[in-house]
Antibody, heavy 118, light 107 residues
Framework: EVQLLGSGGGLVQPGGSLRLSCAAS????????MSWVRQAPGKGLEWVSS????????YYADSVKGRFTISRDNSENTLYLQMDSLRAEDTAVYYC???????????WGQGTLVTVSS | EIVLTQSPATLSLSPGERATLSCRAS??????LAWYQQKPGQAPRLLIY???NRATGIPARFSGSGSGTDFTLTISSLEPEDFAVYYC?????????FGQGTRMEIQ
């Protein structure tokens, strides 16, 4: 059974930083691209970032480019999202996601809440 | 950026009825389109990929069609558990984008 256990969320002040982690199990992590998708309270889904199998290719939404960094440790089966210069509009549940085929998402984590507020 | 526009925003139907949801892309995405279902407090679930292929374990009452810019998700006969929010997503071009969602509610 695929499990994606996100952690690292919480309350942070505007301008602050957080690092999200996602521990993967139940599949061969090093064989799958991975992504982060967020959902602001009461809103729809917003793709944030994706990373290829080897970590050599990374992609970002314009709204986070230059502030967020996605990375992975295939030896630890863990996905990361370093979030800097956080803004109120970054407040959301952040889902760790396993990509499949092209860039579809066939498995999702439980979500980690990030709240940016003073 | 490819914008996906879903319609209607809200769909009010009764169990047993047929549901037709639309997703229109601002430019062609070929067949690189997926549909997801999200229930309150839960993560989304993949229903359809490549516009018309059902994901593993998805009931046959869910079907997808379309290519290019116009796509449809059809639920042939609604079950009580189908009342949820549905999103389309394109993976033809970066950035990946989602539609704004269609909320299906019980009439």
């Amino acid at each position: 059974e695929v499990q994606l256990l996100g952690s690292g969320g919480g309350l942070v002040q505007p301008g602050g930083s957080l690092r999200l982690s996602c521990a993967a199990s139940g599949f061969t992590f090093s064989n799958n691209a991975m992504s982060w998708v967020r959902q602001a309270p009461g809103k729809g889904l917003e793709w944030v970032s994706s990373i290829r199998v080897s970590g050599g290719g990374t992609y970002y939404a314009d709204s986070v480019k230059g502030r967020f960094t996605i990375s992975r440790d295939n030896s630890e089966n863990t996905l990361y999202l370093q979030m800097d210069s956080l803004r109120a509009e970054d407040t959301a549940v952040y889902y760790c996601a396993k990509n499949w085929a092209r860039w579809y998402i066939d498995d999702w984590g439980q979500g980690t809440l990030v709240t940016v507020s003073s | 950026e490819i914008v996906l526009t879903q319609s209607p925003a809200t769909l009010s139907l009764s169990p047993g009825e047929r549901a037709t949801l639309s997703c229109r892309a601002s430019q062609s995405v070929s067949s690189y389109l997926a549909w997801y279902q999200q229930k309150p407090g839960q993560a989304p679930r993949l229903l359809i990929y490549d516009a018309s292929n059902r994901a593993t374990g998805i009931p046959a009452r869910f079907s997808g069609s379309g290519s290019g810019t116009d796509f449809t998700l059809t639920i042939s006969s609604l079950e009580p558990e189908d009342f949820a929010v549905y999103y389309c997503q394109q993976c033809s071009n970066w950035p990946l984008t989602f539609g704004q969602g269609t909320r299906m509610e019980i009439q």
